[in-house]
């Protein structure tokens, strides 16, 4: 056996984006997939996993997470499940770099470089929205919302009018698979409630987002082309 196997690293499941925001405490979760089901890793040799925190200095290094900490269990490889580690730090507000390393029963890495990931944490609820794009487009509008803080929105409301005022198309909060803390996205693909494509013209979305005491409202044209 000489494949190596695969590291998957989601937080509070969702696969994060170089540099995005997450709560100030994330489940943060690493999964090892081999492809070697006859051997199963039931131990946590070759498993390095580092955290480069937020300091007073231009270099920050990183620090070994101590894998008998309290903020960490593991869960053995079975027939039915993969190795894999859960992480729930408690983070100041900043900038960190989360690195690891997995390795398989036979000592295959999971890279010939460590996985790395930078994030952010702010503490300070805030709500951004930055408008429908690619404006215009001959498709799919895509709407993204960045949030911060620890509280997940409460209400939700995304409504697509024509220009004469029919609503077209509407979203709630569960339009979007699962609201988190940092980047969240929507993408409406330029048709009806039903599916039926819309012909080429000016249409108008409005939205309506709350997330503890944050409020956001929001109005703009899109121009959808064919």
């Not at 996993?49 to 900490?69: D, E, G, M, N, W």
């Not at 490889?77 to 770099?97: H, K, M, Q, W």
Request: with cysteine; hydrophobic share 40%.
């Amino acid at each position: 056996d000489k494949l190596p196997p695969t590291l998957n690293v989601t937080f509070d499941n969702r696969t994060l984006r170089n540099g995005d925001f997450v709560s100030s405490t994330p489940k943060i979760v690493l999964t090892m997939v081999d492809e070697n089901k006859f051997r199963l890793k039931t131990d946590t040799t070759g498993v390095a996993l580092l955290l480069k925190s937020p300091c007073v200095s231009s270099t920050c290094p990183f620090r070994r997470i101590a894998l008998s900490s309290p903020e960490v269990k593991w869960f053995a490889a079975t027939e039915n499940s993969n190795f894999r580690i859960e992480l729930t730090p408690t983070l100041a507000d900043g900038e960190y770099v989360l690195s690891a390393q997995v390795a398989d029963v036979n000592g295959n890495l999971s890279g010939v470089v460590p996985y790395e990931i930078s994030f952010s944490v702010k503490s300070e609820p805030t709500l951004q929205f930055s408008g429908a794009y690619p404006n215009p487009s001959s498709g799919d509008f895509f709407f993204r919302f960045l949030l911060t803080g620890n509280e997940l929105p409460t209400d939700f409301l995304l409504e697509i009018f024509s220009i004469e005022g029919q609503l077209i198309h509407t979203f709630n909060a569960g339009s979007i698979q699962q609201f988190h803390v940092g980047t969240n996205e929507l993408i409406w693909n330029g048709r009806d409630a039903s599916g039926g494509f819309l012909p080429r013209g000016m249409y108008v979305y409005r939205l309506q987002l709350k997330a503890g005491f944050l409020e956001k409202y929001s109005q703009g044209k899109l121009i959808l082309m064919r």
